[in-house]
């Protein structure tokens, strides 16, 4: 068995992640995630968005994904130790690691390990595998809204990643799912959400300011909606055992759109 390792923080899983682990998911024919740890995204980030916990959970809900696991960070910030936990669980197996990006032979400490091949370039090797790619317009289609258009960066049976664009002054209605939770990282821009746990009558309204994560559990009532004069891009993570447009309940439509 080829077994193909791909590594990272996916914080926040945007498309390049998914280009990456898709490609991955071919070169091999199980497909392992190391991900790393929420001191490893501080100590290069400055701050992590999601938790451990809750990226590791998205990342299972991925059908091209066999297997996740958490490995102990080195003074490099490499993925050494992940390549030694995964040859010592699968001895006779060839272990192949991917890395995509700019990464080279040159420049990653992770060739020291031994018995392990390695694969560049792999989900290719232009800046698409950044952050920002995450606002171009891609080949995926606008669905148009009321309140302004989504697209699907990723649709399985268990996990949807859409991009978001909600219009200045626009909303939309306050709703509930009873099959899936929803993680949202407003990648640019700024909006609101009136939120509550239990009943519509009783929203609470929370500010999201630019970069901010918010988490919709499951039969929680919420409405997201625009103040300001710019539009507002939000990558929401859809996991659970339906993620269809028809698990909605909606109570009441934006008085504004």
């Given at each position: 068995?080829?077994?193909?390792?791909?590594s990272?923080?996916?914080?926040p899983l945007?498309s390049?992640h998914?280009?990456?682990l898709k490609?991955?998911?071919?070169?091999g024919d199980?497909l392992v995630?190391?991900?790393n740890?929420d001191d490893w995204?501080i100590?290069?980030?400055?701050?992590?968005?999601l938790?451990?916990?809750?990226?590791?959970?998205i990342?299972?809900?991925m059908?091209m994904?066999?297997?996740?696991i958490?490995?102990?960070?080195?003074?490099?910030?490499?993925?050494?130790?992940?390549?030694?936990?995964?040859k010592?669980?699968?001895?006779?197996d060839?272990v192949?690691?991917?890395n995509?990006g700019d990464?080279d032979k040159?420049?990653?400490?992770?060739?020291e390990?031994?018995?392990?091949?390695f694969k560049f370039?792999?989900g290719?090797?232009?800046?698409?595998n950044?952050?920002?790619?995450?606002?171009k317009?891609?080949?995926y289609?606008?669905?148009?809204?009321?309140w302004?258009?989504y697209k699907?960066?990723?649709k399985e049976s268990?996990?949807?990643?859409k991009?978001?664009?909600?219009?200045?002054g626009?909303?939309?209605s306050?709703q509930k799912?009873s099959?899936?939770?929803e993680?949202?990282f407003v990648?640019k821009?700024e909006c609101?959400?009136?939120?509550?746990?239990?009943?519509?009558?009783?929203?609470?309204e929370?500010?999201?300011?630019n970069?901010s994560?918010?988490?919709v559990n499951q039969g929680?009532?919420?409405q997201l909606?625009?103040k300001?004069?710019?539009?507002?891009h939000?990558?929401?993570?859809?996991?659970?055992?339906?993620?269809t447009?028809d698990d909605i309940?909606?109570?009441?439509?934006?008085?504004?759109?």
């Amino acid at each position: 068995m080829k077994v193909s390792v791909a590594s990272g923080g996916f914080d926040p899983l945007h498309s390049g992640h998914i280009q990456y682990l898709k490609a991955s998911a071919k070169i091999g024919d199980h497909l392992v995630v190391a991900l790393n740890s929420d001191d490893w995204l501080i100590a290069k980030k400055g701050k992590n968005f999601l938790p451990f916990t809750e990226r590791k959970l998205i990342l299972e809900h991925m059908e091209m994904v066999d297997e996740v696991i958490e490995f102990d960070d080195d003074e490099l910030g490499s993925c050494k130790n992940a390549l030694y936990k995964v040859k010592e669980k699968y001895p006779n197996d060839e272990v192949i690691f991917c890395n995509g990006g700019d990464r080279d032979k040159d420049n990653i400490p992770e060739l020291e390990v031994e018995n392990v091949t390695f694969k560049f370039g792999v989900g290719g090797d232009s800046k698409a595998n950044s952050s920002s790619w995450i606002l171009k317009d891609w080949h995926y289609g606008d669905e148009d809204r009321v309140w302004g258009s989504y697209k699907n960066l990723l649709k399985e049976s268990n996990l949807t990643v859409k991009e978001i664009m909600l219009e200045p002054g626009k909303g939309m209605s306050l709703q509930k799912h009873s099959m899936r939770s929803e993680v949202w990282f407003v990648s640019k821009g700024e909006c609101y959400v009136n939120h509550s746990e239990s009943s519509p009558e009783e929203t609470k309204e929370i500010f999201l300011p630019n970069e901010s994560v918010f988490t919709v559990n499951q039969g929680h009532w919420h409405q997201l909606f625009n103040k300001s004069d710019q539009p507002c891009h939000i990558i929401e993570i859809q996991y659970g055992d339906k993620t269809t447009e028809d698990d909605i309940e909606r109570h009441s439509y934006f008085k504004n759109n």
